[in-house]
């Protein structure tokens, strides 16, 4: 994998990826356009999928060893992309959506043990044709919130057919599209799933109490999660002797 960049992500080069639709027509959700444009995010997820059970596969193989306890993806609802692009302060257009917002295409990485995180992060970072444009390591550096986890954005090649659509000229036979990665133990997901339940799909704010509490829970299943590697790694070197 070409490491493009360090832990900030850049702005990719719009014309250079092979998408040439005309880069400032207004988005329109309801568009034969925008839904094609989110159909070519869903490949990358799958392909992005595709290659994480194959490591799980390969691993359990090899190894006789689960790295990865489940994965799921999700494509970004398309009324979240422009709420998104206007709390950036971006036009809605085709050239900002594509540039700008990197999560359209997400997907999620479960692992048992803290170790298996940087395990599948070496194994994204050296694939073949994929571009790593960013990675945030939130397990050494927890968000203000306690959130723990490893993000990053890679750019996956997505083949394109032109099937029925040969009169488009934004189709090529190959482009890069951006998918962003969350990697977690079962313990930090079991948090960010019901933190964000609680802070974000509901209309009354946690009191700052509650705030607190969640950010302590933060930090002891942060502790549980290394209690438990260490206790895995003995039992590990014991299965050696």
Same mark, same amino acid.
């Given at each position: 994998?070409?490491?493009?960049?360090?832990?900030?992500?850049?702005?990719?080069?719009?014309?250079?990826?092979?998408?040439?639709?005309?880069?400032?027509?207004?988005?329109?959700?309801?568009?034969?356009?925008?839904?094609?444009?989110?159909?070519?995010?869903?490949?990358?997820?799958?392909?992005?999928?595709?290659?994480?059970?194959?490591?799980?596969?390969?691993?359990?193989?090899?190894?006789?060893?689960?790295?990865?306890?489940?994965?799921?993806?999700?494509?970004?609802?398309?009324?979240?992309?422009?709420?998104?692009?206007?709390?950036?302060?971006?036009?809605?257009?085709?050239?900002?959506?594509?540039?700008?917002?990197?999560?359209?295409?997400?997907?999620?990485?479960?692992?048992?043990?803290?170790?298996?995180?940087?395990?599948?992060?070496?194994?994204?970072?050296?694939?073949?044709?994929?571009?790593?444009?960013?990675?945030?390591?939130?397990?050494?550096?927890?968000?203000?919130?306690?959130?723990?986890?490893?993000?990053?954005?890679?750019?996956?090649?997505? #083949?394109?057919?032109?099937?029925?659509?040969?009169?488009?000229?934004?189709?090529?036979?190959?482009?890069?599209?951006?998918?962003?990665?969350?990697?977690?133990?079962?313990?930090?997901?079991?948090?960010?799933?019901?933190?964000?339940?609680?802070?974000?799909?509901?209309?009354?704010?946690?009191?700052?109490?509650?705030?607190?509490?969640?950010?302590?829970?933060?930090?002891?299943?942060?502790?549980?999660?290394?209690?438990?590697?260490?206790?895995?790694? #003995?039992?590990?070197?014991?299965?050696?002797?």
């Amino acid at each position: 994998m070409k490491k493009i960049s360090g832990n900030n992500c850049r702005d990719i080069d719009f014309s250079e990826k092979g998408i040439t639709i005309n880069e400032l027509i207004p988005i329109k959700i309801k568009d034969e356009e925008f839904s094609l444009l989110m159909s070519i995010y869903e490949k990358a997820s799958i392909q992005v999928l595709q290659m994480l059970g194959g490591v799980q596969k390969e691993y359990n193989n090899i190894f006789n060893k689960n790295i990865i306890n489940h994965t799921t993806s999700r494509i970004k609802e398309p009324k979240s992309i422009l709420n998104k692009m206007k709390k950036k302060n971006l036009e809605l257009n085709y050239k900002n959506l594509v540039e700008n917002i990197n999560d359209i295409a997400g997907v999620r990485v479960v692992c048992p043990m803290k170790d298996d995180i940087y395990t599948i992060v070496k194994i994204i970072e050296n694939v073949p044709n994929w571009n790593l444009i960013c990675e945030k390591d939130y397990i050494k550096n927890p968000k203000k919130s306690g959130y723990s986890g490893y993000h990053l954005i890679v750019e996956v090649p997505v #083949k394109i057919t032109s099937e029925g659509n040969e009169d488009k000229a934004y189709l090529k036979n190959q482009i890069f599209v951006k998918v962003e990665i969350q990697i977690r133990t079962m313990a930090m997901d079991f948090w960010a799933t019901n933190e964000h339940k609680m802070k974000y799909k509901t209309s009354k704010n946690l009191s700052f109490i509650d705030s607190n509490r969640l950010k302590l829970y933060a930090r002891i299943i942060n502790v549980i999660d290394d209690r438990f590697s260490k206790i895995n790694k #003995k039992r590990e070197i014991n299965e050696l002797i």
